[in-house]
């Protein structure tokens, strides 16, 4: 689990192709590693990837094919700058939201503006992932934990005060930027609970929750 605080922003080193995936070294520049194990996960762009080798200015991890087609690490290349979070401790301050490091899906920035010293982008989420997006709510993006400041259809709006702009990749956040989303894992399981036992049937997902059905089962009026 991770909180959506990073630690720092590193760069990939090189991507290698092997028995197809990937196997991908990255320079963590200012992240200490001295407390990293062999097998620990560390959130690249908000990727949770498990640890193989450590080196005197980074680690080492393996991409699967999986990984590769529900997220953006395919497509970075050397030198891309990447944002990076060490997986949280009991002791850990939560000062973001529960991040699992699973990405569902991939989001593209429409638009960029300055606002006074912050900065607002809108982003476009896969209609899938759009009724998980709520006003004021979480939704980590390229591994950063992040309010959404108001939603429209499957556009939705973020406000970047200085700081998150300074130690994050948003700075290089142009339109046409694809990036990394993780909605809150709250809603992802609330909307699994609401099915009830209909979620054992076989191809039951939470695109079967209408209103008609959340009134049948007493979560709402017919009305």
Request: proline share 1%; net charge negative.
């Amino acid at each position: 689990m991770f909180t959506g605080i990073i630690q720092a922003v590193g760069s990939i080193a090189s991507m290698q192709d092997i028995g197809g995936d990937k196997r991908v070294r990255l320079n963590t520049a200012g992240l200490s590693l001295v407390n990293v194990e062999l097998g620990d996960s560390i959130a690249v762009n908000g990727v949770c990837l498990t640890v193989i080798e450590k080196h005197a200015d980074g680690f080492s991890a393996d991409v699967s094919g999986e990984t590769l087609s529900r997220t953006g690490l395919g497509n970075l290349k050397k030198n891309s700058a990447v944002n990076l979070e060490k997986a949280v401790t009991p002791t850990t301050a939560l000062g973001g939201h529960l991040v699992s490091g699973h990405v569902d899906g991939i989001g593209e920035v429409i638009s960029r503006q300055v606002d006074a010293r912050s900065v607002r982008f809108s982003v476009r989420t896969p209609a899938a992932l759009a009724r998980y997006i709520a006003e004021k709510g979480s939704i980590c993006v390229d591994g950063i934990s992040l309010t959404v400041n108001a939603v429209d259809g499957d556009v939705f709006e973020l406000n970047i005060v200085p700081h998150t702009i300074d130690q994050t990749t948003m700075a290089n956040f142009i339109v046409g930027t694809k990036v990394n989303l993780e909605v809150d894992i709250i809603a992802r399981y609330l909307e699994r609970l609401l099915l009830g036992d209909k979620a054992a049937e076989s191809g039951s997902s939470g695109a079967d929750l209408s209103r008609a059905f959340l009134a049948e089962n007493g979560f709402a009026s017919a009305n």
